[in-house]
Nanobody, 118 residues
Framework: VRLVQSGGGSVQAGGSLRLSCRTS????????MGWYRQAPGKERDLVAA???????YYIDSVKGRFTISRDDAKNTLDLQMTRVEPDDTAMYYC?????????????WGQGTQVTVSS
């Protein structure tokens, strides 16, 4: 599956940003999708994910601030980011795979930069 990302950019701390990931085929056929991020000099971490059963995952640092959702009609996976913090600054990647736990082995989007200024 091909994943094309949009959104991102620069925002001040406390603001909001929305990332979107469009799939080349029906998103309904994809068992699991998620968003990773990688800051300079750090490893790529899974930030949020969901699967076709409705199970969601969030890394502790974004719980209550970020929301992952899927739009079946538009074939998009979105990440709504609110109350962003400078530590949210990173390159964000969309991923698709068979399970949340193995998303890193699946398909990847091209990445989009998010920069949060204090």
């Amino acid at each position: 599956v091909r994943l094309v990302q949009s959104g991102g950019g620069s925002v001040q701390a406390g603001g909001s940003l929305r990332l979107s990931c469009r799939t080349s085929g029906s998103i309904i056929s994809i068992p699991a999708m998620g968003w990773y991020r990688q800051a300079p000099g750090k490893e790529r971490d899974l930030v949020a994910a969901l699967n076709s059963d409705g199970r969601t995952y969030y890394i502790d640092s974004v719980k209550g601030r970020f929301t992952i959702s899927r739009d079946d009609a538009k074939n998009t996976l979105d990440l709504q980011m609110t109350r962003v913090e400078p530590d949210d600054t990173a390159m964000y990647y969309c991923a698709a795979g068979l399970e949340i736990e193995t998303l890193a082995k699946g398909s990847w989007g091209q990445g989009t930069q998010v920069t949060v200024s204090s």
